[in-house]
């Protein structure tokens, strides 16, 4: 999975004089890998000059050149230096001008000759003679169905300010756990619970760090949302969904997502051995999948689930899946502000774009989802000037991969837009 090109490696192993020295103008060093940097993103070769072994241990040559490749497929031909700021005797700022864009860089170069670069991280990116309707067509001409929805936030109702499908019931992946953080903050907001409430680990599933935790692990309402919303952790998930009670996290989502399946259900679900479970479970009344669910609890749980099977395949994206438009979706964005309290800053704890981009504004949250076949990504944002937005999209192919690197951009592009005042 290509999202970003997101590097930073050994800096720490410079020396604390070198780092602590102050910017200014660049060092010739400095100077001479920041021009250099042009090359190394316009073709492939003298990769080892260039990198310093332990960042060539960490990023091999083949996926250096991936990435870089990616770049070019997303922004044009590299074509100059545009800027250069030193923050310390070793870092700097660089910016690099594309065919189609400005794409900025945090360069970490070792201190002693020959100076090879250690570190290196995309901090974001700027479309050339951009606009939301450029990037609104972009997103319309994917290939499968792609949909959004962008909407200032007021004291009224959400409006809408660009859409394309924003109407349309979409395959979201982990956006669903939105609703969890709906639900809880709604629960906390009510007096019916507490963030520091404590819970035990009950519903184990594949991925993420908690599937390798203790059975039963005692954990706070707050550390399983924080875990289920900043590193998409499935057991958190899991667990809080169950915990807060499924009919009372349903009534977050839309009708065609109920009821809401835990993530070891949905993927159970999708396993070859429960097609017949699967057939049944889709075309049945949401009363009828709540029967079949409690009927069948020991085939739906984790170690039923074989990742193998859907790792390069879209699996049933249009029938076992958690659905919402983006309509929907900003609605559910728009509640968790107005109901404030400890959940806007757990989506801010991972921005979902690069730090450079993120930047742009005085706050940004985020969820996304992703699987085969589907990615959905979900923010919420202030801008310096105090105003609102939220933007929800998504991208569902039952047929092919979607490139999540070029929904991605999509995405900065647009926020980067509405952060500066296009339109």
Known sequence: MIRWLVFLLAALLLSPAALAQSGGQPSPAMQSRAEQLVA???????????????????????????????????????KTLSHLR???????????????ATLGFQMVVAPQAPNQVVGLRLTGARQRDDSLAKVAQDIAALAGHAAFALARLTDAQPQLLRAHDADRAMATGSSFK?????????????????????????????????????????????????????????????????????????????????????????????????ADLRARYAGATPQGRRDLLNASPLRLVANAIDVGTMATTPTAIDTIEWFASPDQMIGLLDQLR???????????????????????????????????????????????????????????????????????ALMSRMLTLIAEGGS
């Not at 073709?43 to 083949?62: C, Q, R």
């Not at 996926?63 to 590299?78: S, V």
Request: aromatic letters at 8%; charged letters at 20%.
């Open 40 to 78: 190394m993103l316009t073709a492939p070769g003298n990769e080892e000059d260039y990198f310093s072994p332990i960042f060539l241990n960490a990023v091999p040559i083949t996926q250096w050149r991936a990435l870089a490749e990616q770049l070019r497929r997303d922004h044009g031909t590299p």
């Open 86 to 100: 030193t923050q310390s005797a070793t870092i700097g700022a660089v910016e690099i001008r594309y065919a189609n």
């Open 178 to 274: 939105l609703a969890i953080l709906a639900e809880l903050a709604r629960a906390v907001a009510a007096k019916e619970r507490r963030w520091a409430d404590v819970v035990p680990l009950t519903h184990k599933s594949f991925s993420g760090r908690l599937a390798a935790a203790p059975d039963n692990a005692p954990m706070t309402l707050h550390s399983l949302a924080l875990a289920m919303i900043a590193e998409s952790d499935n057991s958190a998930a899991d667990t809080l969904l169950l915990a807060l009670g499924r009919d009372r996290v349903d009534a977050m989502m839309p009708p065609e997502s109920r009821p809401l399946l835990t993530t070891a259900e949905a993927f159970a679900l999708k396993m070859p051995a429960n």
């Open 338 to 408: 107005r109901q404030s309290g400890d959940a806007l800053p757990i989506l801010a704890v991972n921005p979902g774009i690069a730090p450079g981009d993120a930047a742009r504004w005085a706050w940004l949250g985020y969820k996304g989802g992703s699987e085969p076949g589907v990615i959905a990504m979900n923010f919420i944002g202030r801008a310096k000037d105090g105003q609102w937005y939220a933007l929800a999209a998504a991208w569902n192919n039952s047929a092919a991969l979607v490139d999540e690197g070029r929904f991605t």
